[in-house]
């Protein structure tokens, strides 16, 4: 099935942080995602970019609640000790919780609230970063996808996004989510997303300057599509 991509506005985005669809919608958010092998589909990335013991300092944008990455402290505090990480949302919903448990692996954990482009336009050209996102670069289309994108490339040494990929089966699969309970808000949002995904070289043929990084992207478990930047001039 070959699916034009379309993007729309998802609720969630537009809800206080507050409101209690809101805040159910991001606790189905996190058993998506359990469903979606996000989890190891990030880890999985991540290890290849990232050796045991380096120094790592991680920006996650479209964080959410911040649970992914807790998931991933407690998968590889050994693994990079001491990390610094940062999460990125324009909505202030990281529970106090979430950050102490960061913290207890011995991660040190910053809250950024902004908008991507915002944030994006006032750090300096550092590389020392790897970026992260999931479920959220299908938010953008056009010049704002283009310019997050490149935008992300000045400042990074890799980048990974986990998407919602474009397909049939992931299209089916949306339309299936009130029978693992999730509420309006998700069922409404999970169909935008998987139409507003990506598939084949979407976001590498969107990439910039090419020539400087290795570049993967490919399906990833059965819902999603994933797309892995490595800087090759470092
Ligand atoms: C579908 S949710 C995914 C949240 C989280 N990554 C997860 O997997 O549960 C998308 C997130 O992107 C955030 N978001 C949307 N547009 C944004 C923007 N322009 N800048 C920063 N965050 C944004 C929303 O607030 C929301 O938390």
């Known amino acids: ?12 985005d537009e809800l206080p942080a507050d ?23 990030l880890l999985r ?10 120094r790592m300092r991680l920006v996650e944008l479209g964080a959410g609640d911040g649970t992914m990455m807790l998931r991933l402290a407690r998968s590889r505090s ?6 610094k990480v940062a999460l990125l949302d324009t909505q202030p919903v990281v529970s106090a919780d979430t950050l102490a448990a960061i913290r ?10 902004a908008d991507v482009f915002d944030w994006l336009a006032h750090l300096s050209s550092d590389t020392g970063n790897i970026v992260f996102a ?10 704002r996808l283009s310019r997050l994108l490149t935008g992300i490339a000045d400042r990074t040494r890799a980048f990974i996004c986990c998407e919602p990929r474009r397909s049939g089966l992931a299209l089916a699969g949306s339309h299936l989510l009130g029978l693992i309970g999730c ?35 490919s399906a990833a478990g059965l819902f999603s599509h994933l ?8």
Do not use: C, Y
């Open 19 to 41: 409101d209690p669809r809101a805040v159910r919608s991001r606790g189905d958010l996190r058993r998506v995602n359990r469903l979606m092998g996000t989890h190891s589909i």
């Open 183 to 217: 509420n309006a808000v998700t069922r409404h949002d999970a169909v935008l997303s998987v139409h507003a995904g990506f598939r084949d070289n979407d976001i590498s043929a969107l990439w910039p300057n090419e020539a400087f990084w290795k570049l993967d992207e």
């Open 45 to 54: 990335a991540l290890d290849t970019i990232a050796p045991a013991a380096s």
């Open 78 to 83: 050994q693994n990079w000790p001491g990390a």
């Open 1 to 12: 099935m070959s699916l034009p991509r379309r993007v729309e506005p998802e609720l969630l």
């Open 134 to 143: 999931n479920l959220f670069v299908h938010h953008f289309e056009g010049e």
């Open 227 to 234: 797309f892995v930047a490595r800087r090759i001039d470092r």
């Open 104 to 113: 207890d692996l011995g991660w040190e954990v910053e809250v950024i609230t």
